[in-house]
């Protein structure tokens, strides 16, 4: 009895390698079949033909399985197959994080970001609105340790009658007070056609949320190499902002950093309700550095600190938050921006004053 026993087993486990060996080969055809269907743009989930298939299979079905047994066993199949295919899909954006692919490390004059260790500081005011408005702030974030400075040349604002920004001349005036104290420069870029001057004053190409979607415009940035940093639109999901992103890489620029700035919710309390969860799945899922705009997020003085926190806990790679010399006169954004005292206390209180490195004459070299 027990030898006839061992010896059925012996049968089983050789059949057990041979039905794996099938699955595998027939796994591989719905690969490549799911590689087809990805290059034409149809689905996987064919549902006509999974009944077919079914049919088939009951029709050939001689027992002792079941009709229903047959069908739900090869169901699973199905679904295993699918859910290959759709790996298969994901592993082929250039965003995707895969395991051939290190995490993306964006160096902006000197300042590296996304290296999972010190978070970096974008400061700076939301808009550049004079020439000493802009050279106080820098000079004071610089003096912090910061060595990446924002201001708005071209501003997107609802109201058509409010301060648009000084255009080209504010990016002038923004680089001259950028290197006057050593910065790097990022700004707002809303349109395609504004691209040579940035390549020739800014650092970093800012997309904001309202244009996030902008393809046009994604698409000629993507020609650049100047690093990218790609707003979360206003009601854009995670796939669509990653997928803004694969974008800006499929056009061959490879220097993209996401950012979360909030997204549009029911809650009146707060200007927008930062993702905390996007910017964990934004690091999980891409290669990309992810970093929080705090001022935008919670539209709020009182919430920088928290909301910092929060950033920084879940992975961010690093903050942006706006700075202006006197917030109550700002021509936008004067709700949201912070005086040089409360900066100095934002820094303390998130313990980025240790994080920076306030002698910058060891991050430049000079
Ligand atoms: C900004 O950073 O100046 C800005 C306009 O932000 P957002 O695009 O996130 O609204
Ligand atoms: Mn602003």
Redesign the pocket.
């Known amino acids: 009895m027990e030898t006839k026993i061992r010896s059925l087993r012996d049968d089983i486990d050789k059949l057990n390698l041979e039905i794996l060996e099938k699955l595998s080969e027939r796994a591989k055809i719905a690969e490549a079949i799911g590689e087809l269907q990805t290059q034409t743009g149809s689905s996987h989930y064919d549902p006509v033909r999974e009944a077919e298939m079914l049919d088939a299979l009951t029709a050939a079905n001689d027992g002792p399985f079941s009709d229903a047994t047959v069908k739900s066993l090869f169901k699973q199949i199905f679904q295993a197959s699918m859910q290959l295919e759709q790996e298969q899909d994901k592993k082929t954006y250039l965003t995707s994080r895969s395991k051939d692919r290190g995490d993306t490390i964006v160096e902006i004059r000197g300042t590296r970001i996304g290296t999972g260790e010190s978070p970096v500081l974008i400061a700076g005011p ?2 550049i609105e004079s020439k000493e408005q802009v050279d106080v702030t820098a000079a004071k974030v610089a003096s912090r340790g910061v060595t990446l400075f ?1 201001g ?1 040349a071209f ?2 604002r609802t109201d058509p009658y409010s301060f648009q920004g000084l255009g080209e001349e504010g990016l002038k005036l923004g680089r001259a007070a950028a290197d006057a104290h050593g910065l790097a420069f990022v700004a ?1 870029i809303m349109d395609a056609r504004d691209l040579p001057a940035f390549e020739q004053y800014a650092d970093v190409l ?6 996030m979607q902008n393809f046009t415009l994604l698409k000629a940035i993507g020609q650049s190499r100047k690093p990218v940093l790609l ?2 639109g ?1 009601s854009a999901t995670i796939q669509e902002w990653v997928m803004a992103a694969e974008y800006l890489l499929y056009e061959g620029n490879p220097n993209v950093i996401l ?1 979360e ?2 997204i549009r919710t029911y809650e009146p309390t707060t200007r927008n309700t930062l993702d905390v969860s996007a910017v964990a799945l934004a690091k999980q899922e891409t290669h990309l550095p992810v970093v929080v ?1 705090v ?2 997020s919670g539209g709020r003085r009182d919430l920088l600190v928290p909301l910092t926190k929060a950033a920084l806990a879940i992975g961010a790679d690093g903050i ?1 938050m ?1 700075v202006h010399p006197n917030p109550a006169v700002a021509l ?2 004067q709700k949201q921006q912070v005086d040089f005292d409360t900066f100095d206390a934002y820094l303390e209180a998130t313990g980025y004053d240790k994080k920076l490195t306030p002698d910058r004459h060891e991050v430049y070299g000079f």
């Open positions: 939301c808009a924002r708005g501003k997107p707002e800012q997309v904001g949320a309202r244009n707003k979360r206003l950012c700035r909030g705009d001022t935008h942006m706006e936008s954004d």
